[in-house]
Every structure is written in C-alpha cells, then in structure tokens.
T-cell receptor, first 114, second 113 residues
Framework: DVKVTQSSRYLVKRTGEKVFLECVQDMDHENMFWYRQDPGLGLRLIYFSYDVKMKEKGDIPEGYSVSREKKERFSLILESASTNQTSMYLC?????????????FGPGTRLTVT | AQRVTQPEKLLSVFKGAPVELKCNYSYSGSPELFWYVQYSRQRLQLLLRHISRESIKGFTADLNKGETSFHLKKPFAQEEDSAMYYCALSGRPGGTSYGKLTFGQGTILTVHP
C-alpha cells in the first residue's frame, strides 16, 4: 500500500519566516510533486521532481523552492512566508514505470501565515 | 497551454437521481484524462482514468474528442458520493507534459437523502 506522509497537518507561521514542508513516500517512486489547493482554483502545481536532485518549476513557483536530496523525501521551502501563501499544500508521488499516471497524495498540510 | 475547466463549483442532487459532473479541456494532441475524488477528511485519490474505460463505484466517463469533454456520470447517485471531484489532464509519453497533471477547479457534489 502506497504511503505518502507529510510532516504536519496544520502549521501556523508568521510573515517573513522561512517555512519547511516535508514529504516522504515509501514506494521508491521516482517522481514527486508539490501542489497548493485553493477553493475555486483547484490544485496548482508548484514544483516537481523527476528524480533525486532534479527539480522543475510548475505553474506557480514564485516564492517557493524545493529540495530532493534523497529519493523518498521532497521538501517545499517558503523562503519568506507571506499571507497569500496561506493554503492547503499537497504532496504526491508516482512511479515512472509504464503508462500509469496515478499520483498518490499525502494528507495535506494546512498552512496559515499571519 | 493545457487547460481543464469544470464549470460547476457546486452540484446538488437527491439520492437516486442521475448526476453529471462536467469537464472540458484544451490540449494540442491526445491527452490522458482522469477523475480524482476527495471525500471528507480523506486524501485525494484517483477515481478513474479514461484509458482504462472502467466503471468505478458506478461512475463512468467518456472522452469526447470532438467536444473536448470528459464528463463524469452516474445513473443513480448515493449519499456516499458526496465529495470534491477534480478532472485532470496529462500529456502522453514522449511529450513535454508527460507525468504532470493539470487539474480543473473542482466540483463539490452533495447528494441529499
């Protein structure tokens, strides 16, 4: 059973703080993704990683960076948190094998920036 | 650019009634299309993919390339179908968007008893 875990379910940070969101998957998946989920906007891709030490910008990378030093872990970094980054953050992973695109999602981290 | 549009933010039906969640897409080429579902307090999960031509929990979705649509349908809605539904698109292998999903805005379905 695929398991994607995220370090926190709820997080409250102050404007200007550096914030780390951690994601770990236990299925040896090559690809990992970070999305933010906002009402009326759906899921928007922030960054993704095809493999260790590889990263690519998604649709809304501004204000974020990522780190993938180990295959199982993908970190999202908010360099200087702002109130417009208050959102639900979802991590996902998938295998690169075959043509099955199913992405497996974590439970999400609800981040509030005050 | 690829785009997915779900025109309805909210959809309410009564138990036993048919339900259709609309999804339209734009993509230059032949995409892969999916429906994901998120039940209350659960994580987002795959419901079905068009390439499998499957029926999951009584739901089906047909890809209409002429109308660029991938509507999700169920003939008799159940209360446990109440959830957030997202339509998503990915490019085929070999394309630049292979492996990445573009999601629609989501539709909240409420099935009343």
């Amino acid at each position: 059973d695929v398991k994607v875990t995220q370090s926190s379910r709820y997080l409250v940070k102050r404007t200007g703080e550096k914030v780390f969101l951690e994601c770990v998957q236990d299925m040896d998946h090559e690809n990992m993704f970070w999305y933010r989920q906002d009402p009326g906007l759906g899921l928007r891709l922030i960054y993704f990683s095809y493999d260790v030490k590889m990263k690519e910008k998604g649709d809304i990378p501004e204000g974020y960076s990522v780190s993938r030093e180990k295959k199982e872990r993908f970190s999202l970094i908010l360099e200087s948190a702002s109130t417009n980054q208050t959102s639900m953050y979802l991590c996902a992973s998938r295998t690169r094998a075959g043509e099955f695109y199913e992405q497996y999602f974590g439970p999400g981290t609800r981040l509030t920036v005050t | 650019a690829q785009r997915v549009t779900q025109p309805e933010k909210l959809l309410s039906v009564f138990k036993g009634a048919p339900v259709e969640l609309k999804c339209n897409y734009s993509y230059s080429g032949s995409p892969e299309l999916f429906w994901y579902v998120q039940y209350s307090r659960q994580r987002l999960q795959l419901l079905l993919r068009h390439i499998s031509r499957e029926s999951i929990k009584g739901f089906t979705a047909d890809l209409n390339k002429g109308e660029t649509s991938f509507h999700l349908k169920k003939p008799f809605a159940q209360e446990e179908d109440s959830a957030m539904y997202y339509c998503a698109l990915s490019g085929r292998p070999g394309g630049t968007s292979y492996g990445k999903l573009t999601f629609g805005q989501g539709t909240i379905l409420t099935v009343h008893p």
